[in-house]
């Protein structure tokens, strides 16, 4: 009795400690700032908790269940703070850690296994990252123990109770996340393991299990009834990261993925210290020795439980891409713990002197701290965790903005940032994300003319390093402000322009073309000299929106010469959106000027004769936009911008 409570004691002892570990900074600091996927889930937990939609399934990012998302928007709802999506997954990490000390004491009936798998799953580099990382993955571990427990428990005990809180996990972990779909498999097999030694019970465990699934069928059914309507969703995301997967590749992920325990990890440095194992040495020994005594002792159901789990837990990272993928595999992390929770025992059986027993404490203490010093230490100083905390200095540059100002930030575009803002969005708020605009500033720079609204610019130095010096030449008066970031350096600047303010170019604004009543061509220069072969055409065209529009025109550039052979006259010639693409007209606003410089290859041979330098713009369907000059008369569907002769 005195044993089991120092065991009891120790238990309580170790989930305060992880607590702490999970609880302490769960804000901000590690990782620093706040990434696309945590604001997906934050944007929407609030549309939740502001009762503006109720989703049974999201079809944003992918798709994904939708059970994180309420309970995010819970603690939205009572917190009102962004970092709840940081908190919801450290309680998530907290709470598996005692439910995996339970499942050890009610599948070994030990409470000492139970202590032993609650230390190593709570200083696991695996689940310490996810524990503090704002998404789902954690809840799964959480949903996936709960389930083995109290099934366990109702083997065990014929309780109908524990089957339905049986139910109640594997339901929730259904509505989690898309890998938990494979979970029951676990459960099955374990269930049928059991009854060949306890054949007698099997109605009472028929009549269990009916119980449970119909708890699993309530709880998952608003989910189930939409993949019914819909049942292109139940696949799409599985199909999205597996479709790359051959059989041949199957079989290498299954080498990479085992690998990953102990040689070398995942790559992704969102996951893990890129290329650090799962397990160091030590968890790396007391493994092999958790699964020796596994196969020596295979007759236990408990045992075949704990392997259909791990094995099953590793799976949706060997039939997925980017293997080994430590997020898609994490539903295997209580079964590692529970295997180096036995390897432990074995090891302080087989050693009985007291030395050697202290040699065992201090190699697992020394473990826990190296795992920590990775994390907290290397993981945090790695370089990439700029890239994670780029959107939220780049939001804390914007919002010392005026409310009324324009909002713009480089180079945060489409194709160079994965097609979402999330985070932005965010962190800036519904009313001031709708003033933000996003470009390449090393493609082009928008500017606010005189009559429009105070500005404010964010640039992210290590991406773009011309923006500055530009703003700052056209703007003199503007003002240069550096936010106090968590960083050695500034790698985020904001440059406010006031309004009023006429920017100042080398080149003079006036109307010279417009092209229908979408667009105006309020100045440019081009260097006929730059006309000649093997050169370059070198253009700055100073473009502005005369209203509001919704097609996304794209702008061409044609040099035209004498005809060729076979008839054509383009001899060079440029076709994209403006900025590089990266500033569609949908987004203009009118008093805005978008100024960007070319440089159009010309070919080896130019022969003589005359040549026309001349732009335009054309919509989705190829029909080009109409041209009038500053004289009100039209000229066609292209505007002439140079004229020259080459002798």
């Known amino acids: 009795m005195a044993l089991k409570l120092r065991a009891y004691f120790c238990s309580v002892a170790v989930l305060l400690l992880v607590a702490g570990l999970y609880l302490w900074d769960s804000a901000s600091l590690i990782p620093p700032g706040l990434s696309s996927d945590e604001a997906f889930f934050l944007l929407q937990a609030r549309s939740i908790a502001e009762g503006k939609a109720y989703p049974v399934y999201i079809t944003g990012n992918g798709g994904i269940e939708p059970a994180f998302f309420y309970l995010v928007a819970g603690l939205l709802k009572i917190l009102g703070v962004g970092w709840a999506v940081r908190l919801a997954v450290a309680f998530g990490g907290l709470l598996s850690v005692a439910l995996v000390m339970r499942a050890g004491q009610t599948l070994f009936e030990s409470a000492w296994v139970g202590l032993g798998a609650g230390c190593f799953l709570g200083t696991l580099y695996w689940h310490l990252n996810f524990s503090r990382y704002g998404v789902q993955y954690i809840w799964v571990v959480v949903a996936a123990t709960g389930t083995v427990v109290w099934l366990w428990e109702g083997l065990k005990t014929q309780r109908l109770r524990a089957f339905a809180l049986s139910g109640i996990f594997m339901g929730f972990g259904l509505q989690t996340y898309v890998a938990f779909r494979l979970f029951p498999v676990v459960a099955i097999v374990g269930t049928l393991i059991w009854l060949v030694r306890h054949w007698p019970d099997r109605w009472a465990v028929l009549k269990g299990w009916g119980l449970l699934s119909g708890v699993v069928g309530v709880v998952y059914a608003p989910t189930a009834l939409f993949f019914l309507r819909s049942p292109e969703w139940f696949y799409y995301r599985f199909r999205q990261t597996a479709e790359a997967v051959s059989g041949a590749g199957v079989w290498d992920n299954a080498r990479k993925v085992l690998l990953g325990l102990m040689v070398q990890g995942d790559l992704d440095w969102r996951h893990n210290l890129i290329g650090r194992p799962a397990l160091d040495v030590v968890q790396g020994y007391l493994f092999v020795l958790g699964a020796i005594y596994l196969i020596r002792r295979w007759r236990k159901a408990e045992l075949w ?122 962190l800036l708020g519904e009313e001031r994300y709708a003033q933000l605009r996003t470009f390449n500033g090393t493609a082009c720079q928008i500017l606010p003319l005189a009559s429009s609204v105070p500005a404010q610019y964010a640039v992210f130095l290590p991406d773009d390093a011309q923006t500055m010096a530009f703003l700052q030449q056209a703007f003199p008066q503007g003002q240069v402000a550096l936010p106090q970031l968590p960083f050695d350096q500034n790698y985020v600047i904001a440059f406010s322009v006031a309004g ?148």
């Open 500 to 647: 009023q303010q006429t920017p100042t170019l080398p080149l003079k604004l006036a109307s010279v073309f417009r092209f229908s009543d979408v667009i105006e061509l309020a100045g440019y220069t081009i260097a006929a000299s730059s006309l000649q072969a093997s050169g370059s055409l070198q253009l700055t065209l100073a473009w502005q929106a005369i209203q509001e529009n919704s097609i996304a025109y794209k702008v061409f550039i044609h040099v035209l010469g004498p005809a060729k052979d076979n008839g054509e006259i383009v001899y060079a010639q440029y076709d994209n959106g403006p900025c590089a693409n990266s500033y569609p007209t949908t987004q203009w606003r009118p008093h805005e000027l978008i100024y960007e410089t070319y440089a159009i290859p010309l070919p080896a041979t130019l022969p003589r004769g005359t040549y026309v330098v001349q732009v335009g713009w054309y919509g989705p369907d190829g029909q080009r936009l109409p041209v009038i000059n500053e004289f009100d008369h039209s000229v066609g569907d292209a505007a002439p911008l140079l004229t020259v002769s080459l002798p």
């Open 305 to 426: 439980l704990v392997g259909a789990w791990l094995g099953i837990g590793l799976l949706p990272s060997i039939l997925t891409e980017n293997a080994p993928h430590f997020g898609r595999a994490i539903m295997a992390t209580p079964a590692i713990a529970l295997l180096l929770s036995l390897g432990l025992w074995v090891l302080w059986e087989v050693h009985q002197a007291r030395e050697w027993r202290w040699l065992v404490v201090a190699a697992v203490a020394l473990s826990a701290c190296l795992t920590n010093y990775d994390y907290f230490v290397r993981w945090r100083a790695a370089p990439e965790q700029l890239a994670h905390a780029k959107d939220t200095l780049l939001a804390e540059a914007l919002l010392a903005a005026p409310s009324e100002a324009w909002l713009y930030t480089t180079p945060m575009h489409q194709e160079y940032y994965y097609d979402n803002f999330w985070a932005l969005e965010f």
